[in-house]
Nanobody, 118 residues
């Protein structure tokens, strides 16, 4: 079970951190987002070691994914937020690293809404 939290309303240029706690340890944890009327898209993923996290081009340099294995928790620090970052953010888990296709992730959290105002 994955439990996401930390969404909210922020002004453009601001920062926000979302978290996702897993009930068990998982090898790869990732974040996806889905804006109204759009498909769910990959944001970032991180494996157990935390080395070489993977990011979507649209968030590189602005978002940072990290994890605390002792707490089975993954974080997504979002800086320099833009209105186009507005979406429901979902955490997900899978057993293999390198996937950006949401179909490759078998476990999903309930989502947390991030709204960036202009």
């Amino acid at each position: 079970q994955l439990q996401a939290s930390g969404g909210g309303l922020v002004q453009a240029g601001g920062s926000l951190r979302v978290s996702c706690a897993a009930s068990v340890s998982v090898y790869v944890m990732g974040w996806f987002r889905q804006a109204p009327g759009k498909e769910r898209e990959f944001v970032a993923a991180i494996n157990w070691s935390g080395r070489n996290p993977n990011y979507a081009d649209s968030v590189k340099g602005r978002f940072t994914i990290s994890r605390d294995n002792a707490k089975n928790t993954v974080y997504l620090q979002m800086n320099s937020l833009k209105p186009e970052d507005t979406a429901v953010y979902y955490c997900a888990a899978t057993g293999s690293y390198g996937y950006t296709d949401p179909l490759k992730y078998g476990y999903w959290g309930q989502g947390t809404l991030v709204t960036v105002s202009s």
